[in-house]
């Protein structure tokens, strides 16, 4: 017959093959001999692979349970101080019941949700990477490498620095970037240091001696808090761990080889592997930039971004981008925006982006953010714009053309009419026109300071399958005769297990998560 094919002529691997009498009849009697489960037995079954007799952190996907949609996802005519006040309120009271606690039981503050030692140890890189990304990769060869690919060990703020300091002296040169592509961060916390005041808003509350640190940040259209301890990476590995360094230590015979290992490199700001303060006993540069990263998810979340962005979640202002060759009437952009810059505006300043360039344009990198620190018209009328690169004390990265250190602009009286001194600290001038005809791209952010200042906005809310949650606490009640035992969970949940004579529950604390 045309185009007929039987099983066993057929080569289509999706075809269910013919079995023989001999073998029909085995599967028939296995079959008979399988016995049904009751339904009780098959959800048994299921749940118990995920009770274990080991105490660990809740599973990071709880069961099935639909999250009800938002009662309201609208937020008409909310007062922006407000909302930063309860963001405030809230992290305090955290802090100080930490606070508390960490003194009653006499413990330094270990974050639970984000511990970077623990994640370290364990070369999970959760605090690191995002997920289903591996930007830095915790291995033996990546940790026993000389070079700064990953951090090479995580300690406490006062086993690194020598007499640490907390946001005792603010200023914008004390910003430099570590070990991540977040230039558009650390540009902004230049421009927030410009504002001491604004700085010390987002840091509500803390403790050096216990070591927590409470920072409030503008997220998705809101105020929230992220509380962090004082745990940082740095670039060198522990003393009793293999390295380069300690080896070239002990082969010199070097007297106190390990007290000179710590204080060459793992003391001050300079041992740190991400960001840092110029200042070697500063600490609230890194340590924001921590609060920040658990903010999103993990550092690795902060690797490219717009100055922009990071001016909304530092101030709650509002940002909007512009194009330089925009601007309508660049005498009015001057007068009513630029020249009020740390007043009623941020800008920050970059070029490249839409070009893919990773070059220079006269000393100015591609790709990379600087922040506009004042705008000054000269006694003479020319208008000059004062910049700051991230990157710290280097002269890379800065501007060489008309009006760059030692060029033939300058004379002693301008020198004292800005009171601007030549060196290394990767600050610069430049003219007006020079920066509107070298950088192509510009973040606005309007301050909204004003106590009145009122924010409408709605979103849309969107029902998904699973929580990614736990409880911290439960609670369970018992007495001498009891046959069973319930625990009440703060969701409104009940757990309940029955009691064998004269034995305990061998109930575990993934069991009781796993019912959330």
Known sequence: MPGYTSSEESEDSRRPPKQSPEKLGESKQKHKRTKSMTPQQSINRTWRRFSRHQFNNGPAIIPFDPVPPPVNTGRSNRLLSEDYGRAAAECRLKVE??????????????????????????????????????????????????????????????????????????????????????????????????????????????????????FVFYRDGEWIYSIIDDKLYLKSPCWDSPSTQRDLLQQVGQENAEKVYRETYQTGSRALFFAQCKDQ??????????????????????????????????????????????????????????????????????????????????????????????????KNGQRLVKLRNPWGDTRKGIWDGPWSDGSKEWTRDIQEELGHKFGSDSVFWISYQDLLRKFSHIDRTRLLQDADWRCCQRWVGVDVPWKAQYHERFHIKMDATSTAFKANIPSGYTFVSTLKKNSMPTVTLLDLMAII
């Open 281 to 378: 006993n500063e600490t609230w540069v890194p340590l924001l930039q921590k609060a920040y990263a658990k903010a999103h998810g993990d550092y690795s979340s902060l690797a490219g971004g717009w100055i922009g962005e990071a001016l909304e979640d530092l101030t709650g202002g509002v940002t909007s981008e512009l194009s330089t060759s925009d601007i309508l009437d660049k005498d009015e952009f001057w007068r009513r925006e630029l020249s009020k810059v740390n007043d009623q505006f941020f800008f920050g300043a970059s070029t490249g982006y839409l070009e893919n360039g990773y070059g220079e344009r006269d000393g100015i990198a591609e790709t990379h953010a600087y922040v506009v620190l004042e705008a000054r018209t000269l």
């Open 97 to 214: 019941k930490i606070v508390k606690e960490c003194k009653r039981v006499n413990m330094r503050y270990r974050d639970p949700d984000w511990d970077l030692d623990w994640d370290f140890k364990h070369e999970k890189g959760h605090c690191l990477n995002t997920l289903g990304q591996k930007k830095f990769e915790l291995s033996d060869t990546s940790l026993l490498s000389s070079e700064d690919r990953v951090p090479k060990a995580v300690k406490r703020v006062h086993e690194i620095f020598e007499n640490p300091t907390f946001m005792k002296n603010i200023h914008g040169g004390d910003v430099k970037q570590g070990n991540l592509s977040d230039c558009w961060l650390m540009a902004g916390l230049i421009a927030l240091a410009n504002i001491p005041a604004s700085l010390k808003r987002i840091c509500v509350a803390y403790n050096v001696d216990v070591g927590i640190y409470g």
